[in-house]
């Protein structure tokens, strides 16, 4: 076994591992806390695919942002002091069932079909360019729109949240 | 160096490991340094003497403490959640020393040449902050968590401004690599970024080419006003004064790590030196030319040593570090602490602006020149 | 280098236990969490296709879909505030106003 392929299990195993613990933790800032091991497990799998930019980007994005505004949100939402911490669970056989029938199809269609891939490793040069330039050339539309709905999403939530 | 580190031990993973392990020896002799610094120097400004006992002039007196620390009882609050406590101090030193990875300390010293070395050190930097926030909460005590809730509202606000005025340097460099960042201000103390960067051309590692217009003297008091935006950033982000209500001791007793105790509070407080050498070293590399000597030219390339060129870089990146860390601790007895209130005007209505309307500016002269 | 059905199934695992997390749990900051691991697996899907066709524009779209998530994350969070304010509960089942 290559040492890549280590590492490809090690990344894997943190990732899935922590996603379990996000979901059936009855504790919400642990869900929380190890969420932030699921981001860094997926970022490091982006570096193994030589998505560089993309593996800082979701450092930056995921862990530095979205998971600080969702612990925030825990602790604002419950009185974090001396309280426990704790939410439901409902409608586990239904849900069993669904997912158990979703995830046979995924796994099926993905084992069956035959993927496009091409010849050879790819290049080990850096994305950031490449993707630059794609983002003021072909896509430059998308990311003009994208900024925009940000800047809305900025506006809407701090409209939404102020206290009347 | 790399390579030299390979060839001394032979071993490829125990050199790996060595060769990571390098900057953790240098934080832990610069914390030394840095905790007898800041006691003399906070005692001087206050016409006092400082601790004089332990040594000549009182030079062992950081040993003593570091031994105080590590032989001091490990208190874990009984109503505190164990895991989270045990974490919080390991994630928050964990993402100060993450960043010390891609930051050069010489042309031929830097842990990994990533092409994305800014973006990187800005990403890791904010990693730190959910270590702040786990052990606020899991200490169970109001004063913590109030002290981590106020540090992460002004850690991820300020991180803003201080992205901004580096990537403002990242503009006209046309690259995220440190190493050429500072290859941009070869040449002598003119040629910086904070005198408005190169007056000559200058051909980077990858064969760009940064041209002498771009180091116009226009560039000046723009670049100059960014130094002062990041300076103040990166103040904020580490909780120094007069940034630090998060530990303000007069209203939280400690902060987030009041009940942080022996060794866990000693990583709590390597972690924030370790941040301040870093922010200050990320000064030094993006607008005094990091390992470049400020005269342009070097013993060792003159004399053709390139172990002493290694060492004369290592020298100007520990200078020019110590001495914004020597101004941070100048600040601390120089500045009263600012309000809440006051630190979020600071940062939204002043520094962002600002930072932005000064990204626009030299975007444009970039562009059109 | 892995085949590619490695990453492909990875991600369908990451996105089952999304989906899991949605259809169980009722508090609405636990359902963004999973509708973030769902998010998280459909990038990772696209930046392996984008590896293994040595083709960047897989990755110009988790871009895209890492600022769309911003977003949501950021609007959805108020919501939940706002929701908060008014009914002391982010329970879902217990936020049903909108209901006869």
């Known amino acids: 076994m290559e040492l890549t392929d280590i590492i490809f299990y090690i990344f894997a195993l943190v990732t899935i591992g922590s996603a379990m613990i996000v979901v059936f933790s009855r504790n919400l800032v642990y869900s929380a806390f190890s969420l932030m091991f699921t981001f860094l497990g997926v970022a490091g799998l982006y570096v193994l695919l030589l998505a560089d930019f993309l593996a800082v980007t979701q450092l930056m994005i995921y862990v530095g942002g979205i998971l600080v505004l969702m612990i925030f949100g825990v602790m604002l939402t419950h009185r974090v002091v001396n309280v426990e911490i704790s939410s439901g669970a409902m409608r586990v056989i239904p849900a069993t069932i669904v997912v158990g029938v979703f995830l046979g199809t995924l796994l099926l269609v993905l084992t069956r079909t035959k993927w496009m891939v091409m010849e050879g490793s790819p290049d080990v040069i850096g994305t950031t360019s490449m993707i630059g330039t794609a983002l003021v050339t072909d896509y430059l539309l998308p990311f003009e729109v994208s900024g925009v709905v940000l800047l809305v999403a900025i506006v809407a939530a701090a409209f939404m949240a102020r206290k009347r | 160096m790399e390579q030299f580190i390979h060839d001394l031990i032979g071993n490829d993973l125990l050199a790996t490991i060595v060769w990571c392990v390098l900057p953790l020896v240098f934080i832990l002799g610069y914390a030394i340094v840095a905790i007898l610094a800041e006691m003399k120097s906070a005692s001087w400004f206050q016409d006092r003497l400082g601790p004089m006992r332990t040594g000549p002039w009182g030079i062992f007196q950081p040993f003593a403490d570091v031994l105080k620390l590590l032989m001091k009882e490990d208190i874990v609050p009984a109503r505190a959640d164990k895991i989270l406590f045990n974490l919080a101090p390991v994630i928050v030193f964990v993402g100060a020393y993450a960043a010390f990875a891609v930051l050069p300390f010489a042309s031929e010293y830097v842990g990994a040449d990533l092409n994305l070395g800014l973006f990187y050190l800005i990403a890791v930097s904010s990693f730190g902050v959910l270590g702040i926030i786990m052990g606020g909460w899991a200490s169970n005590n109001k004063y913590s968590l109030l002290g981590a809730m106020r540090s992460a509202a002004q850690i991820v606000s300020y991180e803003v401004p201080s992205a901004t005025a580096l990537l403002i340097v990242a503009m006209m460099v046309g690259s995220l690599n440190l190493q050429d960042i500072i290859t941009a201000q070869s040449g002598g103390f003119w040629n910086w970024f904070i005198l408005g960067g190169p007056k000559s051309d200058v051909v980077l590692a990858s064969g760009a080419v940064i041209h002498a217009d771009i180091g116009n003297f226009v560039f000046l008091p723009l670049l100059l006003a960014t130094f002062v935006i990041y300076y103040l950033s990166a103040l904020a982000e580490t909780n120094r004064t007069p940034f630090d209500i998060p530990e303000g001791e007069s209203e939280l007793v400690g902060g987030y790590h009041t009940e942080y105790s022996g060794m866990k509070f000693g990583m709590f407080f390597m972690a924030e030196y370790a941040n301040m050498f870093l922010v200050s070293a990320v000064a030094a590399v993006v607008f005094f030319g990091g390992w470049q000597s400020p005269w342009g030219i070097t013993l060792g390339e003159a004399l053709d040593i390139p172990v002493l060129t290694l060492l004369e870089g290592v020298f100007w990146t520990a200078a020019k570090g110590f001495f914004f860390v020597f101004v941070m601790m100048w600040l601390r007895w120089t500045l009263p602490r600012l309000r809440v209130d006051q630190l979020m005007y600071m940062c939204w209505k002043v520094l962002i602006p600002a930072s932005f309307a000064l990204a626009l500016v030299v975007g444009f002269i970039v562009v059109i020149r | ?100």
Do not use: P
């Open chain 3, 1 to 100: 280098m892995l085949s590619i059905n490695y990453y492909l199934i990875l991600s369908a695992v990451l996105f089952t236990i999304g989906v899991v997390g949605v259809l169980t749990r009722r508090n609405a900051i636990l359902i963004f969490m999973c509708i973030e691991l769902m998010l998280n697996s459909v990038n990772l899907t696209l930046v392996a296709f984008s590896a293994y066709l040595g083709n960047v524009e897989g990755q110009v779209l988790v871009f895209f879909v890492m600022a769309v998530a911003a977003a949501e994350a950021a609007v959805g969070l108020a919501i939940v505030l706002a929701l908060f304010r008014n009914h002391v509960t982010v329970n879902l089942d217990e936020i049903n106003i909108l209901k006869w």
